[in-house]
């Protein structure tokens, strides 16, 4: 193949990258050689580009105009005070920390963990020590990301590799936060795996945050999850990944016999945010809800993309999604839902919309059901819409002043997704996050 | 007192006039009854007097204690404790009931200068007046109006007047698509409201409201205009005989369009 010389100065730049640091990156000869191997492949394939059909709104090839450094060395100065700041409300959920900073452990910050039942270890150190941590890519569920998720193989340099052993309940939510510093921006690429062993129960908060005074950084990230039967997860990702910065993060789920897997994307001020999530269903009676709230303004690009693989029976997925767009700001939503052949009694229940404050702001979206069984229950929405005068005229004829009833209006349609989070604290946390960034985007309106 | 003068009210974007020339006056005390067929315009008056957009005035004014209503904001009208109770409640997912109404009470009592309420003593207040309203407790906690019922919408409507304690209270078809226990229910609230110093407007078509909600006058309507004024006994007289007298003009306009 003669693709080298097509290659954008980022493409080529990522592969140079890799040459200057793969001696450096964690990992002993297996590694190494998947490392090669992955590297080899992005090579082959290029950023994802809008002519593959997943990445048609999320161009990275045009969007990504250049590659940063890898952040392999990056040094930790940091106070417990600037990571509070980082972590606004969430500073005070009582929760376990664990804390990566630009891309490295940083043990400093991390909560001491002597939970029975509860493993955590940085995956720097499981790469060091397992022959492979890379088992996950063999999965088909990637289709279309292979390249993204090559970039992580190739790249990864560290991530909270988590365990929990068979019937523990963790007492108090798991907080992973991962933090972006310092004035020059760099790549960071984490891989997390969150397994959960038979009826284990647990609230993880994946945080990716920059710090105040960070410079617009890159991250790829993939998180792994994998529940065992009846386990039961509540995953909430927040991502303020900074105004110019770019996220891809992939999301792998596999879920056992009658688990709950409940998640939740918070996604604002962040410059171009690509959020990939395959779950997959592997045992019969389990129920996934995945939620989100996604606020976009300036020239912000919010993709949430979702594949649902029901391959086996009687399964439940529900999917809510909602936006709120103003100034220049494109969001994207993709859902999409495959029941396989005989994976019958399953019910599968999308919804995405978005509240669309500026006349040049744009929302894709793209449902696609792929049914295979014939008794099944599947059904998808989307909608984009202005602020509902009518409602507006109601709320003002009580008395409430119009950037008042804006304001409330705009939270509500965010609340209901937000409503989703079950823990109560999480919840008025996120709900606060939120309405501090929705100030900001309806003040710009007219 | 209310005023409205000689009143002449087209929609935005249309030529033909749905209020031409209508005069009233309502004093403080009063509670005035506006009657008359569907299509007379009596939804569009509540709507000009709230504020809704899409009206374009064409000539007349309306004053309220002597200011000029329509140069305010639906929201300033409020404020001057103008409350239109809607036909048509609209629902509000993802407020909840007591969210809005401590929002809206709030706005106004801090717009009027007054103190904002505690949240305790505000939740005692809604739950007396709820009590009084057969509205249940839950119901508050559920976002506005979103799955109630009919009645318990039009309930609504008269908790949030009675917390507002406006001073101009504008009922549209307040009584459309309640049975009677409802009727009765929502009357009992609107007459517990009735005072020296509140106007109120209630626009019906249809009497039975008006054996509850007992009304010094009675104007009524038809093709945008006060067609005939007088007491209490009007509405009943205009039970028995329907408004076929007052129909003349529609009818004959829909005849030669039909």
């Known amino acids: 193949m003669t693709v080298a010389s097509t290659r954008t100065k980022a493409e080529q730049a990522l592969s140079r990258s890799f040459e200057a640091v793969a001696a450096k990156l964690p990992g002993g000869d297996a590694i190494a050689a998947a490392r090669k191997a992955a590297i080899g492949t992005f090579a082959a394939l290029g950023l994802p580009h809008r002519r593959i059909e997943q990445w048609k709104w999320t161009d990275l090839r045009s969007a990504l105009k250049e590659a940063l450094p890898p952040a392999v060395n990056a040094r930790v100065k940091l106070s417990p005070g600037e990571i509070d700041a980082g972590l606004e409300e969430l500073a005070a959920i009582d929760a376990h920390r664990v804390v990566f900073v630009d ?131 509540a995953h909430v990702k927040c991502t303020l990944a900074g105004e110019r910065a770019s996220h891809l993060s992939t999301w792998l789920a596999t879920l056992g016999q009658a688990c709950v897997y409940r998640a939740f994307q918070l996604t604002a001020g962040s410059g171009l945010v690509r959020n990939d999530v395959f779950a997959k269903f592997k045992g019969e009676g389990a129920k996934l809800d995945i939620s989100g709230a996604f606020l976009g303004r300036a020239a912000e690009h919010i993709d949430t993309t979702l594949v649902v693989d029901h391959a086996v029976p009687a399964c439940e997925s529900r999917e809510l999604f909602k936006g709120v767009l103003a100034d220049r700001a494109h969001g994207v939503f993709q859902g999409k839902v495959i029941v396989r052949p005989n994976a019958q009694k399953n019910d599968g229940k999308q919804m995405a919309q978005a509240l669309m404050l500026s006349p040049d702001a744009e929302f894709d979206s793209k449902p696609e059901l792929e049914i295979h069984a014939d008794d099944v229950a599947c059904g998808h929405g989307a909608t984009a819409a202005e602020i509902d005068e009518g409602l507006l005229f109601y709320m003002r004829a009580r008395g409430i002043p119009v950037a008042e009833a804006r304001a409330l209006l705009i939270e509500s349609f965010i609340g209901e997704a937000i409503d989703k989070i079950e823990d109560e604290r999480l919840r008025a946390a996120l709900s606060q996050m939120a309405k501090r960034r929705l100030t900001g985007l309806t003040a710009a309106q007219p | 007192m209310l005023e409205i003068r000689n009143l002449r009210v087209k929609l935005a974007e249309e030529d033909k006039l749905i209020l031409s020339g209508i005069s009233l006056e309502v004093p403080k005390g009063q509670v005035h009854a506006i009657m008359g067929p569907n299509g007379s315009g009596k939804s569009t008056l509540a709507y000009v007097l709230a504020g809704r957009e899409g009206y374009e005035v064409v000539d007349g004014e309306v004053l309220w204690n002597g200011e000029d209503l329509l140069a305010m904001e639906p929201d300033e009208r409020a404020v001057k404790g103008v409350f239109l109770a809607f036909q048509y409640p609209m629902e509000i997912p993802g407020v909840a009931t007591m969210t809005f109404l401590r929002t809206a009470l709030n706005a106004v009592r801090r717009r009027r200068g007054q103190t904002e309420l505690t949240t305790p003593e505000f939740m005692k207040r809604v739950r007396e007046e709820a009590v009084g309203l057969a509205i249940a407790d839950e119901i508050l906690k559920r976002p506005l109006n979103v799955g ?111």
């Open chain 1, 103 to 233: 891309g490295r452990h940083a043990p400093q910050f991390t909560s001491r963990n002597d939970i029975g039942g509860l493993k955590i270890t940085p995956l720097a150190e499981v790469l060091r020590t397992e022959a492979c941590a890379g088992d996950a890519l063999a999965d088909e569920g990637l289709i279309g990301n292979e390249a993204v998720v090559a970039l992580n193989t190739a790249f990864m340099t560290d991530g909270a590799v988590i365990r929990l052993a068979k019937g523990v309940r963790l007492d108090k939510p798991l907080l992973l936060l991962f933090a972006q510093t310092g004035p020059q921006g760099c790549l960071v690429t984490l891989r997390n795996r969150i397994a959960l062993d038979e009826g284990a129960q647990a609230t993880v908060i994946e945080a990716h945050l920059a710090l105040p005074g960070a410079a617009a950084g890159q991250t790829n990230t993939l998180t792994d999850v994998r529940l065992g039967p009846g386990a039961r997860l």
């Open chain 2, 148 to 258: 109630f019922s009919g009645g318990e919408k039009k309930r609504m409507e008269i908790l949030q007047m009675t917390v507002l304690a406006p001073s101009l209270c504008v009922l549209d078809e307040t009584d459309s698509g309640l049975d009677i226990d409802a009727v009765r229910i929502v009357s009992a609230g609107v007459n517990r409201l009735r005072s020296p110093d509140r106007a109120m407007l209630v626009i019906t078509h249809y009497q039975r409201l008006l054996n509850y909600i007992v009304p010094d006058k009675v104007h009524v309507m038809a093709d945008g205009k006060i067609r005939k004024t007088g007491g209490k006994e009007l509405a009943l007289e205009l039970e028995k005989s329907g408004y076929a007298e007052f129909r003349s003009e529609a009818l004959a306009r829909s005849l030669a369009s039909g």
